[in-house]
């Protein structure tokens, strides 16, 4: 009869087990839930972030471009009044001429690319 006994406690015992094993499963599911809640909220809001760096991204790189062109128009008219004043003795009014001849060039070629004037390419 003893032994019977025990079945039964053991019985009652591992039914209680189980019931706060299961309590404790409940419980972990619903702070696991909360978790990828609130991660699913952090990445919707860094990829609204996202289109902000993408745009700012791209104004950088037009900027870059934009300071290449005037920067190479300005490199270009140098180059070639140095080497007018080198070849005809006419230095140093070559060089001014043609660095002011760069820098309006440079300055063409930037309010066309930003699209402020039409691009006249094509007469």
Request: proline letters at 2%.
């Amino acid at each position: 009869m003893a032994q019977g006994t025990n079945d039964r406690e053991d019985g009652n015992k591992s039914s209680s087990d189980e019931a706060a094993l299961s309590a404790r499963l409940g419980s972990l599911e619903h702070r696991l839930s909360e978790v990828r809640d609130s991660r699913n909220i952090r990445t919707d809001q860094s990829e609204a972030g996202s289109g902000d760096n993408n745009a700012r991204a791209s104004a950088m790189a037009m900027g870059f471009r934009l300071s290449s062109e005037l920067i190479a128009g300005v490199a270009v008219g140098a180059l070639m009044g140095w080497g007018f004043d080198r070849l005809l003795s006419t230095s140093p009014f070559g060089l001014i001429v043609f660095v002011l001849v760069g820098f309006i060039a440079g300055v063409l070629n930037v309010i066309r690319s930003a699209g402020v004037a039409p691009n006249r390419t094509g007469r």
